[in-house]
């Protein structure tokens, strides 16, 4: 069993990728903001225990390269090792592009590209000088294969993920580094409610119209939980994805296809 670290696990999806991957036996970092330090905190405490040792919880802002060199050299260095990063932080916004400021495309692109950017180059030097390999995985969606209206900039910032996810799995590939995204469609989480109350606002339309007029072209019929997009991060961070990388998989119940 690998030695883990999730960023943005204090809530939606990078909580329920925790949970999954410490109830796969593996031993998990968990990470977020100083801000969400008690639900972090909360998160650590809800993974099962792991014949390797307990879990552990760190906090640091993924958009900055000292913290994210922290939080790796700190994995390493009280779990052992650093095996698996799953650079699963991110943001949303909701704007017309008309109306996106260019502070406001930099904030975006800072958590979403350069904050997986930082985390994945940062776990790759880490596993380069471990000299046994690892997988490295990364947050995009549906939104790194299509452009949405209303969401361009987040659109752009997914669209970075996927490339990095090519272009890292091509230079690390004689290391024994395996690079892949996972791609959900809509995960019922705080990011989507707010995506949701945005598009209302700008759409003119109640909570939760925006989302079921999304969900309606669900070929399986619902939104996703945390728990669906986690069984792909599971694939993902074991030996069974061994002779896969590069690739940004899609895990949207039937939203796009490509
Ligand atoms: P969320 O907002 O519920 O959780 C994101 C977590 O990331 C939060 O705990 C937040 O504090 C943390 N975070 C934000 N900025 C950070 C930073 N600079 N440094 C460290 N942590 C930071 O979002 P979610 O829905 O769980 O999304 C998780 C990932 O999945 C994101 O990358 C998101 O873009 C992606 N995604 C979500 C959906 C969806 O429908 N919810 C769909 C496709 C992709």
Redesign the pocket.
């Known amino acids: 069993m690998s030695n883990v670290h999730v ?2 696990a ?5 909580q329920a990728i925790a949970l999954r991957l410490a109830q796969d036996g593996h031993r998990v970092a968990v990470s ?2 100083e801000s ?1 330090r008690g639900a972090l905190e909360d998160t650590r405490n809800e993974l099962p225990e792991v014949a390797a040792g307990g879990h552990v919880a760190l906090t ?4 900055d390269p000292a913290s994210v060199r922290a939080l790796v050299h700190d994995t390493a260095q009280q779990l052992g090792s650093l095996d698996v990063m799953v650079a ?5 916004q909701t704007k017309a592009l008309l109306d996106v400021s260019p502070e406001e495309y930099d904030q975006v692109h800072r ?2 590209g350069r ?1 997986v950017f930082l985390c994945y180059t940062e776990a790759a030097r880490q596993m380069i000088a471990q000299g046994t390999g690892g997988k490295i995985i990364g ?1 995009a ?3 790194a294969h299509k452009g949405f209206p209303l969401l361009g900039v987040y659109c752009s910032s997914k669209f970075a993920v996927r490339a990095l996810t090519q272009a890292a799995a091509q230079e690390w590939a004689p290391h024994g580094i395996t690079v892949n995204a996972y791609c ?4 019922e ?4 409610e707010q995506i949701d109350a945005d598009l209302g606002a700008i759409n003119h339309v109640g909570k939760g119209e925006s989302m079921a007029a999304m969900a309606a072209g669900i070929t399986l019929g619902r939104v996703s939980t945390g728990a669906d997009v986690a069984k792909l991060v599971s694939y993902l961070a074991g030996p069974d994805s061994d002779y896969m990388t590069g690739q940004s998989v899609l895990v949207d119940g039937g939203m796009l296809f490509i």
């Open positions: 960023t943005g204090a809530r939606g999806i990078g977020d903001l969400m640091g802002d993924v958009s699963n932080a991110g943001i949303a958590v979403n904050g947050a969606s549906i939104a959900p469609g809509i995960v989480t705080s990011m989507w």
